[in-house]
């Protein structure tokens, strides 16, 4: 089974710091994504990438950035965290050809 | 992309059959139509997709009419442990995605919130 690991299950951070959450998959898909979660919102895309180093803005990159250096990981960075960044944190990953997406378990990140 | 609607919330009993209809009125000749599954504080678990009639599986059977302008999951007989948000995606998830390849990334809704009760 395709295995997409978050490194982290909840997280607290304080205002203006930096956070690196971090996805592993181990079944050398060409394709990882990030989304949030928020109640009442579902889940929304903030950043993808389609190969190594590459990378794509989605509907709401604001306040993130990404970082793929290597296939099977897919690093997303507050760049400064805000209370707003408050929320549950969902890495997937599919192959080109593959019909579903796969996704890790999650990290509920809480900015205080 | 085509944009789904689907109903909030659904009650079910055990041992009952559920149908949960997602509509996508403007859906494209290359998209299919992906469900999944998604339990508190986890990430969505893939169930099934189809392109056009009907697709069965171990765990749920989806029907989509001709004009594929809807679709319908079925989940036989059901237990507590169902409980969960079930979402229905369209979008062509095929192919590779290239720079602009945002044409086949998959749009998640705010899903059903299927309830089942003892």
């Known amino acids: 089974d395709v295995k997409v690991t978050q490194s982290s299950r909840y997280l607290v951070k304080r205002t203006g710091e930096k956070v690196f959450l971090e996805c592993v998959q181990d079944m050398d898909h060409e394709n990882m994504f990030w989304y949030r979660q928020d109640p009442g919102l579902g889940l929304r895309l903030i950043y993808f990438s389609y190969d190594v180093k590459m990378k794509e803005k989605g509907d709401i990159p604001e306040g993130y950035s990404v970082s793929r250096e290597k296939k099977e990981r897919f690093s997303l960075i507050l760049e400064s965290a805000s209370t707003n960044q408050t929320s549950m944190y969902l890495c997937?990953?599919?192959?080109?050809?593959?019909?579903?997406?796969?996704f890790g378990s999650g990290t509920r990140l809480t900015v205080v | 992309l085509a944009k789904t609607t689907q109903p909030i919330s659904m009650d079910s009993y055990e041992g009952q059959e559920v149908n949960i209809t997602c509509s996508h009125n403007?859906?494209?000749?290359?998209?299919?139509i992906t469900w999944y599954q998604q339990f508190p504080s986890q990430g969505p678990r893939f169930i099934i997709q189809g392109y056009k009639t009907k697709v069965t599986n171990e765990v749920a059977s989806l029907f989509i009419p001709a004009d594929r302008k809807s679709s319908t999951l079925s989940l036989p007989r059901v237990s507590l442990s169902d409980t969960a948000v079930y979402y229905c995606?369209?979008?062509?998830?095929?192919?590779?995605?290239?720079?602009?390849?945002?044409?086949?990334?998959?749009?998640f809704g705010t899903g059903t919130l299927l309830a089942v009760q003892p």
């Open positions: 403007n859906i494209a000749t290359n998209d299919y």
């Open positions: 995606l369209v979008g062509d998830p095929r192919g590779r995605m290239s720079y602009g390849g945002a044409t086949n990334k998959l749009i």
């Open positions: 997937a990953s599919r192959t080109g050809t593959h019909y579903g997406y796969t």
